[in-house]
């Protein structure tokens, strides 16, 4: 695969560049840094900062690249001109009720972005294991083949998650029991094929994954399951790709990047 890892009018920290050398390192691909500043005066005060996530990116082959202008625009060019399968890029922990015009930018990018997009945390510091978020029917086949072959190059625990937006009658809490999921499996129902034909790309990818279901509140429901089993990167698609789905009721995406802990890769 080939990484731009994307720095925007922003510091470069010490344990993002730690998450993408290492993701880049286990599934043996290259990486091109761009560095963007406001202007040249800014760019110079940044040159310290590039020098340690060179030297913070060790052994692993890194192309630096540097500019000066729209953050958006330099980023596209790059792209159509180099060919890359995914964006890196940190984003702050939301903290403020009033969007910061980081925020904005950084909202901005994710949006622009032609291909997929990772957004990296400060606290994300390891990655392994994965949660793979399905909206239950076909328009998710770019999330799940994405996420196969990142989880089987890196090597990553896996689980594929779908939520139910409805609670069924029959259920009167949060988890359903693994029985009623090998129900589940074995008719013949649009969702049951998805997830059939799902975990067999994630097999056909060398990986073994786990297969939940829960109903209710989406982004809260993937929130927690991403906090309770300790997931490092939460996968889901964008949400002009999945409303259509019915798993982004409203904009879970937009929750999802504002309140997860763990890293989120978009996939366009």
């Given at each position: 695969?080939?990484?731009?890892?994307?720095?925007?009018?922003?510091?470069?920290?010490?344990?993002?560049?730690?998450?993408?050398?290492?993701?880049?390192?286990?599934?043996?691909?290259t990486v091109t840094m761009l560095v963007v500043a406001k202007d040249t005066e800014?760019?110079?005060?940044?040159?310290?900062?590039?020098?340690?996530?060179?030297?913070?990116?060790g052994k692993v082959p890194l192309e630096v690249k540097t500019g000066v202008g729209d953050p958006c625009?330099?980023?596209?060019?790059?792209?159509?001109?180099?060919?890359?399968d995914m964006v890196v890029m940190y984003v702050r922990q939301r903290r403020r009720v009033l969007p910061s015009s980081f925020r904005f930018l950084s909202q901005k990018i994710i949006k622009?972005?032609?291909?997929?997009i990772m957004l990296v945390r400060k606290t994300n510091l390891k990655l392994e294991r994965l949660l793979i978020c399905t909206g239950g029917q076909d328009i998710s086949e770019p999330v799940i083949r994405?996420?196969?072959?990142?989880?089987?190059?890196?090597?990553?625990?896996?689980?594929l998650l779908y939520v139910s937006g409805v609670v069924p009658s029959m259920y009167?809490?949060?988890?359903?029991?693994?029985?009623?999921?090998?129900?589940?499996?074995?008719?013949?129902?649009?969702?049951?094929?998805?997830l059939r034909a799902s975990a067999e790309i994630l097999s056909e990818n060398n990986v073994k994954a786990e297969i939940e279901i829960r109903h209710g509140d989406?982004?809260?429901?993937?929130?927690?399951?991403?906090?309770?089993?300790?997931?490092?990167?939460?996968?889901l698609g964008s949400s002009e790709n999945n409303s259509l789905a019915g798993m982004l009721l409203?904009?879970?995406?937009q929750q999802i990047i504002n309140r997860a802990e763990s890293a989120v890769l978009i996939v366009k």
């Open positions: 695969m080939k990484f731009l890892y994307f720095v925007a009018r922003e510091s470069i920290p010490e344990s993002v560049v730690a998450f993408t050398a290492g993701i880049v390192k286990r599934t043996d691909s800014a760019l110079e005060n940044l040159q310290e900062d590039i020098a340690a996530a060179e030297r913070g990116f625009d330099l980023m596209e060019r790059e792209i159509e001109a180099n060919g890359y622009l972005s032609p291909i997929p994405l996420s196969a072959k990142l989880a089987g190059m890196a090597g990553l625990q896996t689980t009167t809490g949060m988890n359903v029991m693994e029985e009623t999921l090998e129900d589940l499996l074995g008719t013949e129902t649009p969702l049951a094929n998805h989406v982004a809260g429901s993937i929130l927690n399951e991403a906090k309770e089993e300790k997931h490092d990167l939460i996968v409203g904009n879970v995406t």
